[in-house]
């Protein structure tokens, strides 16, 4: 059980690990609501096996008096902190998003058959297939016309064409 204060999250998680601790408990120095808290991996939480949780200072507070002045040694031995991890689902269903381009047959292939591979997930995801086009400037005219909408404005370039321009 740590304060919250200069080090990051992460670097007291691990200090707690290194020290033998099986959870990280730390409190919270100002007076907020740590629902808005959030305690995340700076990029360097590789390797840490231990979880973290944030408390309230007030709740703190509490822990910190029972352990430093009231209660004999062995009722401090005998205390036991649950924590306990909710998921919180913030949005009802999550966002996936498919960018692909009408020449890569594979992914013209998984957009026709999406009912197969995502039946039983279809429910519960948003799924979102957005198209690349790019400008073809420098099409012949013929390419454009047969290849291309809005007069080579939107093109799905094959991998011969994209190689020239």
């Given at each position: 059980m740590v304060e919250r204060?200069?080090?990051?999250?992460?670097?007291?998680?691990?200090?707690?690990?290194?020290?033998?601790?099986?959870?990280?408990?730390?409190i919270d120095s100002k007076n907020e609501n740590i629902a808005n808290v959030i305690l995340s991996d700076d990029g360097t939480?590789?390797?840490?096996?231990?979880?973290?949780?944030?408390?309230?200072s007030k709740d703190g507070q509490i822990l910190k008096e029972f352990f430093t002045s009231t209660g004999s040694p062995q009722d401090k031995?005998?205390?036991?902190?649950?924590v306990k991890f909710?998921?919180?689902?913030?949005?009802?269903?999550?966002?996936?998003t498919f960018w692909y381009t009408?020449?890569?047959d594979?992914?013209?292939?998984?957009?026709?058959?999406?009912?197969e591979f995502f039946k039983d997930i279809l429910k519960n995801i948003q799924f979102i297939p957005k198209t690349v086009s790019y400008p073809?400037?420098?099409?012949?005219?013929d390419?454009?016309?047969?290849?291309?909408?809005?007069?080579?404005?939107?093109?799905?370039?094959?991998k011969d064409v994209s190689s020239t321009i």
């Open positions: 204060g200069d080090c990051s999250f992460v670097t007291k998680t691990r200090n707690i690990a290194r020290a033998g601790g099986k959870v990280a408990v730390i939480g590789a390797g840490i096996r231990i979880p973290s949780v944030m408390i309230g031995k005998s205390v036991r902190i649950n909710d998921a919180v689902h913030r949005q009802p269903r999550p966002d996936i009408s020449s890569d594979r992914s013209m292939s998984l957009i026709k058959n999406l009912g073809c400037p420098t099409c012949e005219a390419f454009k016309k047969k290849h291309c909408l809005g007069n080579g404005m939107y093109c799905a370039m094959t």
